[in-house]
């Protein structure tokens, strides 16, 4: 990564402002809310698995537990500070807990996924079999298919009665991306994302040096499990609904084509992918002609086939090619100098 | 006598019904350089792999400075102030010589120290030219040097190398003799190695593997001229 994170800070709060400013003027808030949770969700499956390399077939599961942790905690709370922490915090001790399974137990590439995509369909099964008067947790009914309804929103720390809602809570999500997103930029330029990428790519000689890539990856586990649960407890929000669908497969799939067409090892990549397919389905959703699924898959292979790098590492190097003439000179200096010193022995 | 760094005693590996290294007796003292030579499946490669924790020996044990390391994982090894570079050049493809190093130093400085040995090593190594580039577009020698660096970089007590100087062109391996006459000067080196050349450039103790069993251990000159290892090991050539 280039640059200062400073730079990267003040760079974030420009774009961040005048796309908070300039996007609500072409859709409406209450879409682009869910845009941008939706982005947030990538982010968190872009962190491990772009950066990482650890390919979860069930960030799905973080983000649903999430929501559901946000909603039985605003029910027996009555308030939304605490249940907020709580829904951070709930899906980052699991994951911390799964994580530590599958690392310690030396699990790898497609078991990482098989094990994290069946923790998620158990999810699914499970919550959709809560119907009955007996699965309670406090005042709340975990209510199986119909889900918890009518939870307590979010409302401003320490005023219960002050609901945060509409435009408001667009700017409160659309801030909340912006502040996760520079808070990954700066995991990422620390030691530890250094190292992370270094694990993602080769774990054996991070190993070899000294690391303890299980510890590590656990960790950073962790961090996009509680990422993805502020999302889910954003989602649950603005939904002012939980039901089981969110643990379901298509959720889970949805995201990993987010990160693939949006650009892997990139930051904003998953973020443009979530959002731009999420509203592009939004669309779809708004017609009748074509099913929406087929042309997610269209759209899926055909990313898969011609662009594989995704959209934002594309349009990266079109930039350069077409305006970073420097980068490129650089290169021609460095063979340049390399040719010459062969030369002289 | 200096102190003994690395220690194992009646080291043994079986794999089913091969016994890949056999009852392996085995002494390093600080600052010594040991070449460990053999035909190929005489056991080098998985005394390497037993004593870096890359494979755990079915019985026996390995020491290192006192600590018994037989069950250890080898980032644990590591940990001790090993230095270990495996056969194949083993590196960060899509990171630069930079980052390379430094996440090799990082682990035993703090960060900005770490910046500043790595600035340091990449001279060393002559690498400056390159420091920018991501190892995958590098040539082979360059990426073996650049992953004996970040082995160098971080100060080890005790260097294992599977290796070293296999598929680099002479000039390469000149260089690496240099590096590895350098780092001999604070740490131990064991070097698994077929180049006889290298290995009469370079080794003054060898240590001959032969069907998992040391068949014998003594001066490069010595082991050279002996009929017996000629016999099993140089074969054809003698």
Known sequence: ?345 | MAEIVLETQALTMRFGGVTAADNVNFKLRARELRCLIGPNGAGKSTFFKCVTGLQTPTEGQVFMRGHETTHWMPHQIASLGVGIKMQTPSVMDNLNVFENIWLAARRFYPSDEAGRKTTEMIERLALGSIARSNLGQLAHGERQRVELGLVAVADPWLVLLDEPAAGMSAEDVDRMTDIIRELNKTAAIVIVEHDMQFIRSIAEQVTVFHQGAVLMEDHVDRVMADPQVRNVYLGKKA
């Open chain 1, 1 to 345: 990564m280039t640059g200062s994170l400073s730079r990267d800070v003040i760079l974030t709060i420009l774009v961040s402002a005048i796309l908070i400013w300039i996007m609500p003027l072409m859709i409406a808030t209450y879409t682009l809310t869910v845009l941008v949770i939706y982005g947030m969700l990538g982010l968190s499956l872009g962190l491990i698995w772009g950066f990482g390399g650890i390919l979860c077939f069930g960030q799905a599961a973080f983000f649903g537990l999430g929501a559901y942790t946000y909603a039985i905690a605003a029910i027996n709370i009555g308030e939304s500070t605490v249940p907020m922490i709580l829904a951070v915090l709930v899906p980052a001790v699991f994951a911390a807990l799964l994580g530590a399974m599958m690392f310690y137990g030396r699990l790898t590439d497609v078991y990482l996924g098989v094990i994290t995509l069946v923790v998620t369909l158990i999810l699914f099964k499970f919550m959709n079999s809560t119907a009955g008067p007996q699965y309670v947790i406090g005042k709340a009914r975990m209510g199986g298919f119909n889900g918890i309804p009518g939870f307590q929103t979010l409302n401003v720390p320490g005023d219960p009665s002050a609901f945060i809602w509409g435009d408001a809570y667009f700017y409160v999500c659309a801030v909340a991306l912006a502040i996760v997103f520079v808070l990954v930029s700066a995991l990422l330029r620390s030691s530890f994302g250094r190292v992370a990428v270094g694990i993602r790519e080769n774990e054996t000689r991070i190993a070899l040096m000294g690391y303890d890539v299980r510890a590590r990856k656990t960790a950073l586990f962790a961090v996009g499990a509680a990422i993805a649960g502020l999302a889910g407890a954003l989602f649950a929000n603005w939904g002012e609904i939980v039901t089981p669908n969110l643990f379901s497969l298509s959720q889970s799939a949805e995201i990993i084509i987010w990160c693939i067409v949006g650009g892997l090892g990139t930051r904003l990549g998953p973020i443009l992918g979530a959002a731009g397919l999420a509203y592009l389905k939004f669309l779809l959703g708004q017609q009748s002609m074509i099913d929406n699924t087929l042309i997610m898959g269209l759209i899926l292979v055909l990313f898969v086939l011609f662009l594989p790098r995704g959209i934002v590492p594309a349009l990266a190097s079109l930039w350069r090619i077409s305006f970073g003439r420097r980068p490129l000179g650089r290169i021609h200096q460095v063979r340049r100098t390399r040719n010459r010193e062969r030369l002289n022995g």
